[in-house]
RNA sequence: GGGCGCAUAACUCAGUUGGUUCAGAGUGGCUGCCUUACAAGCAGCAAGUCGGAGGUUCGAGUCCUUCUGUGCCCA
């Protein structure tokens, strides 16, 4: 079968997908194994896949394939968040767009109906897209946080805490969003520096005086003024405190008192306290008891408690731009100057939002907290990277209470009821209840009016923060509130959790604390921080900007494996990557490059049984291999060969080194490649349970790319319509099998792919459930001496470029006879090797020096090679002779270390011998370039 | 103001408990190759006082102090 030259992953990914899932091979259901779990972060159900998805999705992917690999009960639940202000405000856009209806005009029951057609029909269509990144979920357990089952669950949760008296109502300073009419909890205000103007405006005294200048960057906020406040250290304002003065434009009097709060270098040093729109003046408030006069509405317009008439109405900005009219009209503006200050914004709506006074739900943070904190400290539940837990601990030992309560529709309304009676106040007759019947009850116990109806009670028309339900993720997916010794209890804690560290108090910190709540359990051994994904000026990628590249299309033209690869191969936990297409491009041309490996592969032919041929070409030469060439094992027909048969990897690299079918050389490349392989795998092991995927992906790649296929595949490599023999083909089809195994996690589709096309398969034998290749011990002492054939080869692949001699043109190298290059040598393969990865024609080891030859060092032997051309001796002067310099430097710092003999003494005996084989090698090698020099 | 990071090649970044020839990778650059798997490729090369200064140690890119620059979080 013809293979194309280029790897094209559209319709391969497309197959193997669909076939992993109808295989069933991502279900998890609880049975004897150890289970592997993990929990989506789920997106918002408007979402569609971006950057920062992949990135994250991807991590999970890679961890769940290994889990399945390795053997576990790999368990991957998938599911979107409601995201209620998002997705409310995506609803109530469509109902105008589309049904020509206004929010206002709907009754809720109505809205909600129209909100989850929109769902159903819009929503998650981030899931299908997940598919196409090659996400391994168990779909069957997609779950949604507005699922009937997950809704009663938060319900339940609110119940709870109610009970246990962790949560309450109350009147509150909040964040208020006038787009949204909504209130907001503090991690949702996003500041930003922004430019500002600072008035300076005059309140005259009562008695006539020139009373006291105030500097406010919110003029429009003075008529909800109820005091000026100074600080009672500052000199210039001492006599002032306990005088009244009067509000510009209407005259109201308010006292001015004194408060450490003020800070005495800020503006005029004088502050007007306006407790109805500032946090800290509502608090100064609070402490001398002054009233709270609200002026600006939930909308943003100023209403008339102003009792200034011509700003009534006007949209707090507006109202801003006009009052600078006024106070000069009534000569109370001093000055107008330009700062920057602090604006806090709507996450959601980029609305500047309106500190505001108001009744909502809090949950108790502190009792919650402690065993959260407790938790990430102790490092029952592990940070990667660590230094996230400063941040953690620096949010948790300054909690403050949770306002849970949001002014929408689309979310889990809040499960409490009042009495409409008039004059009852609220606080007093409220009943939370699973359902109204149940609330009923209560009110009628409470009152002991036993006529009370469904009618003469008021459900609170909030919904839930959508992190009062998100928070509740882990457990409530496996159903653990319902039936906590249920599947949640094979499931529960999960292994890690991977998500962006922006959501570290949002959501991380919530689902500890609801773990323990609940569950008296973490929700999650591990958390594994992803970075921001950025784009190459370092900007976070957002719509806005537009320099999100979109991630259908970088799929589609890299290949699911190829965009993998990149944001993999960039990614260490914790970082910021800074996304570039470049690093897709990559990812394409690795996979490219691993199916050339198989076009070739696939390409060699292997004779029919028969009499075996000697693959590894003989040259006389003055060099005596160590022994005869010991002949292949006989072999059973059908038989796999000595090199490959083994099942186990123990056995595999526990092989004696022989000779086979293909010669003394492949038989060393084979054994090299697999002890290669299982150092290769080692440094894998390690890299995952540290959670170091790149690190472990990159040392993949570069086995794959410099190891295997440079090295490896070219030195079995038959010549030219050569056919190969049988031992060498099998070997290399078994290696290249397993490093598809081991290389699946990150790149699943090419190496089904290329699973399947390496062997015929039986139905079910696919790469997606092998057992990972488990690492052995290795022989590091041959690879080290394949190392020392590379060197040489390299070395004598420079000669060749300097000398411009070309690629394919025979050379004659002469080795000087030594002991170590005897050792070398000794090798069965070692020798042949050289001659075909260096293109040799004849390669002698002898104590003469030959003439007209470029040399050089490797390790401690010298290599001559010939060439027909004359030597440039001053150049080659010059060359030998920095290269000595270079030498004699080294030696001198080794001998450095070992004469002090505190180093000798105190360094371990290994590091010390070390330096001696250093120094004696170095020694050598000045030897060696000193009797290069003088024979010149 | 409080806290947390980062600073290594032209660029983007690795570098694990301090110790092998440890100063690395990819990209970019340079030289040469259309070599029968791959030009999305092959072979080779050059570039860094590891931000500055001090300290601990037999030994520091790695630990400590400090300075400078820079980014982020909280207030």
């Given at each position: 079968?013809?293979?194309?030259?280029?790897?094209?992953?559209?319709?391969?990914e497309?197959?193997?997908?669909?076939?992993w899932?109808?295989?069933?091979?991502?279900?998890?259901?609880?049975?004897?194994?150890?289970?592997?779990?993990?929990?989506?972060p789920?997106?918002?159900?408007?979402?569609?896949?971006?950057?920062?998805?992949?990135?994250?999705?991807?991590?999970?992917?890679?961890?769940?394939?290994?889990?399945?690999?390795?053997?576990?009960?790999?368990?991957?639940?998938?599911?979107?968040?409601?995201?209620?202000?998002?997705?409310?405000?995506?609803?109530?856009?469509?109902?105008?767009?589309?049904?020509?209806?206004?929010?206002?005009?709907?009754?809720r029951?109505?809205f909600?109906?129209?909100?989850?057609?929109?769902?159903?029909?819009?929503?998650?269509?981030?899931?299908?897209?997940?598919?196409?990144?090659?996400?391994?979920?168990?779909?069957?357990?997609?779950a949604?946080?507005?699922?009937?089952?997950?809704?009663d669950?938060?319900i339940?949760?609110?119940?709870?805490?109610?009970?246990?008296?962790?949560?309450?109502?109350?009147?509150?300073?909040?964040?208020?969003?006038?787009?949204?009419?909504?209130?907001?909890?503090?991690?949702e205000v996003?500041?930003?520096?922004?430019?500002?103007?600072?008035?300076?405006?005059?309140?005259?005294?009562?008695?006539?005086?020139?009373?006291?200048?105030?500097?406010?960057?919110?003029?429009?906020?003075?008529?909800?003024?109820?005091?000026?406040?100074?600080?009672?250290?500052?000199?210039?304002?001492?006599?002032?405190?306990?005088?009244?003065?009067?509000?510009?434009?209407?005259?109201?009097?308010?006292?001015?008192?004194?408060?450490?709060?003020v800070?005495?270098?800020?503006?005029?040093?004088?502050?007007?306290?306006?407790?109805a729109?500032?946090?800290?003046?509502?608090?100064?408030?609070?402490?001398?008891?002054?009233?709270?006069?609200?002026?600006?509405?939930?909308?943003?317009k100023?209403?008339?408690?102003?009792?200034?008439?011509?700003?009534?109405?006007?949209?707090?900005?507006?109202?801003?731009?006009?009052?600078?009219?006024?106070?000069?009209g009534?000569?109370?503006?001093?000055?107008?100057?330009?700062?920057?200050?602090?604006?806090?914004?709507?996450?959601?709506?980029?609305?500047?939002?309106?500190?505001?006074?108001s009744?909502q739900?809090?949950?108790?943070?502190?009792?919650?907290?402690?065993?959260?904190?407790?938790?990430?400290?102790?490092?029952?539940?592990?940070?990667?990277?660590?230094?996230?837990?400063?941040?953690?601990?620096?949010?948790?030992?300054?909690?403050?209470?949770?306002?849970?309560?949001?002014?929408?529709?689309?979310?889990?309304?809040?499960?409490?009821?009042?009495?409409?009676?008039?004059?009852l106040?609220?606080?007093?007759?409220?009943?939370?209840?699973?359902?109204?019947?149940?609330?009923?009850?209560?009110?009628?116990?409470?009152?002991?009016?036993?006529?009370?109806?469904?009618?003469?009670?008021?459900?609170?028309?909030?919904?839930?923060?959508?992190?009062?339900?998100?928070?509740?993720?882990?457990?409530?997916v496996?159903?653990?509130?319902?039936?906590?010794?249920?599947?949640?209890?094979?499931?529960?804690?999960?292994?890690?959790?991977v998500?962006?560290?922006?959501?570290?108090?949002?959501?991380?910190?919530?689902?500890?604390?609801?773990?323990y709540?609940?569950?008296?359990?973490?929700?999650?051994?591990?958390?594994?921080?992803?970075?921001?994904v950025?784009?190459?000026?370092?900007?976070?990628?957002?719509?806005?900007?537009?320099?999100?590249?979109?991630?259908?299309?970088?799929?589609?033209?890299?290949?699911?494996?190829?965009?993998?690869?990149?944001?993999?191969?960039?990614?260490a936990?914790?970082?910021?990557?800074?996304?570039?297409?470049?690093?897709?491009?990559?990812?394409?041309?690795?996979?490219?490059?691993?199916?050339?490996?198989?076009?070739?592969?696939?390409?060699w032919?292997?004779?029919?049984?028969?009499?075996?041929?000697?693959?590894?070409?003989?040259?006389?030469?003055?060099?005596?291999?160590?022994?005869e060439?010991?002949?292949?094992?006989?072999?059973?027909?059908?038989?796999?060969?000595?090199?490959?048969?083994?099942?186990?990897?123990?056995?595999?690299?526990?092989l004696?080194?022989?000779?086979?079918?293909?010669?003394?050389?492949?038989?060393l490349?084979?054994?090299?490649?697999?002890?290669?392989?299982?150092?290769?795998?080692t440094?894998?092991?390690?890299?995952?349970?540290?959670?170091?995927?790149?690190?472990?992906?990159?040392?993949?790649?570069?086995?794959?790319?410099?190891?295997?296929?440079?090295?490896?595949?070219?030195?079995?490599?038959?010549?030219?319509?050569?056919?190969?023999?049988?031992?060498?083909?099998?070997?290399?089809?078994?290696?290249?099998?397993?490093?598809?195994?081991?290389?699946?996690?990150?790149?699943?589709?090419?190496?089904?792919?290329?699973?399947?096309?390496?062997?015929?398969?039986?139905?079910?034998?696919?790469v997606?459930?092998?057992?990972?290749?488990?690492?052995?011990?290795?022989?590091?002492?041959?690879?080290?001496?394949?190392?020392?054939?590379?060197?040489?080869?390299?070395?004598?692949?420079?000669?060749?470029?300097?000398?411009?001699?070309?690629?394919?043109?025979?050379?004659?190298?002469?080795?000087?006879?030594?002991?170590?290059?005897?050792?070398?040598?000794?090798?069965?393969?070692?020798?042949?090797?050289?001659?075909?990865?260096?293109?040799?024609?004849?390669?002698?080891l002898?104590?003469?020096?030959?003439?007209?030859?470029?040399?050089?060092?490797?390790?401690?032997?010298?290599?001559?090679?010939?060439?027909?051309?004359?030597?440039?001796?001053?150049?080659?002067?010059?060359?030998?002779?920095?290269?000595?310099?270079?030498?004699?430097?080294?030696?001198?710092?080794?001998?450095?270390?070992?004469?002090?003999?505190?180093?000798?003494?105190?360094?371990?005996?290994?590091?010390?011998?070390?330096?001696?084989?250093?120094?004696?090698?170095?020694?050598?090698?000045?030897?060696?370039?000193?009797?290069?020099?003088?024979?010149?």
């Open positions: 079968m013809e293979l194309s030259t280029r790897y094209t992953p559209s319709e391969i497309e197959r193997w997908y669909a076939h899932e109808g295989r069933g091979y991502f279900r998890s259901v609880p049975d004897e194994r150890e289970p592997f779990s993990i929990v989506i789920p997106p918002n159900v408007t979402g569609v896949l971006h950057m920062g998805h992949m990135l994250n999705n991807t991590i999970q992917d890679i961890l769940i394939r290994k889990a399945r690999l390795d053997g576990k009960n790999a368990c991957w639940v998938p599911g979107t968040d409601h995201a209620s202000i998002a997705t409310e405000a995506k609803v109530v856009h469509w109902l105008r767009e589309e049904k020509k209806l206004r929010k206002v005009d709907l009754t029951e109505a909600m109906d129209y909100a989850y057609q929109w769902k159903d029909k819009y929503g998650g269509i981030i899931l299908h897209q997940l598919r196409k990144l090659g996400a391994s979920c168990d779909w069957d357990r997609t949604f946080t507005m699922d009937k089952g997950y809704y669950d938060v339940q949760v609110f119940i709870d805490l109610y009970k246990k008296d962790k949560l309450y109502r109350g009147l509150r300073m909040v964040n208020w969003d006038p787009e949204a009419k909504t209130v907001l909890s503090n991690e996003i500041y930003g520096e922004e430019n500002a103007q600072l008035y300076h405006i005059q309140y005259k005294g009562v008695d006539g005086s020139a009373g006291v200048t105030i500097a406010t960057q919110r003029p429009e906020t003075i008529f909800a003024d109820v005091a000026i406040a100074v600080n009672p250290k500052d000199p210039r304002y001492t006599s002032l405190v306990g005088k009244q003065v009067l509000i510009p434009l209407i005259d109201r009097a308010i006292p001015v008192i004194a408060d450490d709060y800070d005495i270098e800020f503006g005029t040093g004088a502050l007007k306290i306006t407790p729109h500032d946090p800290n003046d509502y608090e100064v408030g609070q402490r001398h008891k002054l009233d709270v006069i609200d002026t600006i509405a939930d909308d943003g100023l209403n008339d408690k102003c009792t200034f008439l011509p700003i009534v109405g006007l949209d707090r900005f507006e109202a801003r731009k006009q009052m600078r009219g006024f106070l000069e009534c000569e109370s503006l001093v000055k107008i100057e330009d700062y920057m200050t602090n604006i806090g914004r709507s996450e959601r709506t980029n609305a500047v939002v309106e500190p505001k006074l009744l739900w809090f949950v108790k943070m502190t009792d919650l907290g402690a065993p959260a904190l407790k938790a990430v400290i102790d490092e029952e539940v592990k940070f990667y990277p660590p230094h996230f837990q400063n941040l953690y601990r620096n949010w948790m030992e300054n909690l403050r209470d949770w306002c849970i309560s949001r002014q929408l529709w689309w979310g889990q309304q809040i499960p409490a009821w009042y009495l409409k009676s008039e004059g106040s609220q606080e007093t007759h409220v009943f939370v209840a699973a359902n109204a019947d149940e609330a009923l009850l209560k009110a009628k116990e409470a009152t002991g009016n036993n006529q009370l109806t469904l009618n003469d009670l008021r459900q609170d028309e909030d919904v839930l923060d959508t992190w009062a339900s998100s928070w509740l993720w882990p457990i409530s496996f159903d653990g509130f319902k039936k906590p010794d249920g599947e949640v209890s094979y499931y529960y804690p999960t292994n890690v959790l998500t962006g560290w922006d959501i570290i108090f949002f959501w991380v910190a919530r689902m500890i604390m609801a773990g709540e609940f569950r008296g359990e973490k929700p999650f051994k591990a958390v594994y921080f992803t970075g921001m950025r784009d190459k000026q370092r900007r976070k990628m957002s719509k806005s900007l537009g320099n999100s590249p979109d991630a259908l299309q970088l799929l589609e033209d890299f290949g699911a494996d190829g965009v993998r690869y990149g944001l993999m191969s960039s990614a936990a914790g970082g910021d990557i800074l996304f570039d297409d470049k690093l897709c491009e990559n990812g394409r041309n690795f996979c490219n490059k691993l199916w050339n490996a198989l076009r070739l592969v696939k390409g032919s292997v004779p029919p049984p028969g009499p075996l041929i000697r693959g590894g070409e003989r040259i006389s030469s003055g060099i005596s291999p160590s022994e060439a010991r002949t292949s094992p006989t072999q059973m027909e059908g038989e796999r060969s000595s090199l490959v048969l083994s099942e186990s990897d123990e056995a595999r690299t526990s004696p080194l022989m000779g086979g079918q293909g010669g003394a050389k492949n038989a490349a084979i054994h090299w490649i697999n002890h290669k392989f299982q150092q290769t795998l440094q894998i092991e390690s890299d995952f349970e540290q959670f170091r995927l790149s690190e472990a992906l990159l040392g993949l790649y570069s086995f794959i790319w410099d190891d295997f296929c440079a090295w490896y595949l070219e030195m079995v490599k038959p010549g030219y319509e050569q056919p190969i023999d049988q031992e060498t083909y099998e070997a290399t089809i078994d290696i290249y099998s397993r490093i598809m195994v081991a290389l699946h996690p990150f790149m699943p589709f090419v190496t089904e792919e290329i699973w399947h096309q390496l062997r015929a398969r039986t139905e079910g034998d696919d997606c459930v092998q057992k990972y290749p488990k690492a052995v011990a290795f022989d590091l002492a041959l690879i080290t001496q394949v190392e020392s054939a590379k060197t040489i080869i390299t070395g004598i692949r420079e000669v060749r470029n300097q000398n411009q001699v070309k690629p394919r043109d025979p050379l004659a190298i002469t080795v000087q006879d030594s002991e170590t290059a005897r050792a070398l040598f000794a090798q069965e393969g070692f020798r042949e090797m050289l001659m075909k990865m260096a293109v040799l024609e004849s390669l002698e002898s104590g003469e020096e030959p003439a007209n030859a470029k040399s050089f060092i490797s390790g401690t032997d010298k290599f001559f090679v010939a060439l027909n051309q004359t030597i440039d001796v001053a150049a080659e002067r010059k060359k030998i002779t920095e290269e000595l310099e270079y030498q004699r430097g080294f030696i001198r710092s080794i001998e450095g270390k070992l004469s002090n003999e505190r180093f000798v003494a105190s360094a371990p005996a290994a590091v010390v011998d070390n330096e001696r084989k250093k120094l004696a090698d170095g020694l050598a090698r000045v030897q060696m370039l000193e009797e290069s020099l003088s024979k010149l």
